[in-house]
């Protein structure tokens, strides 16, 4: 039952990133892609340890956090106490929106 919970918040968060893919027009989508941050979404949802895929996706997408944050879409997950955890596990400051 754990797992099968698991795996649903990982599917919402594939969905919600490809929703905010969807949502993002224009320029703000060639420099702020949020599909960049699936690979994070074990460690979003679960709190466990970040890939290095996922951290240097977080490196690359870091001047977005607050434009992602600010999005319905994508709000609880960046604001999450585990979203927090990985950012600095993965050695990337925590910005201030």
Known sequence: MVMMMMKKKQAVV?????????????????SCNAGQLAVCAAALTSGAKPSAACCSNLKAQQGCFCQFAKNPAYARYINSPNARKVVTSCGVAVPRC
């Open 14 to 30: 594939a969905c919600a990133v490809l929703l905010l893919l969807l949502l993002a027009g224009g320029a703000s989508a060639a």
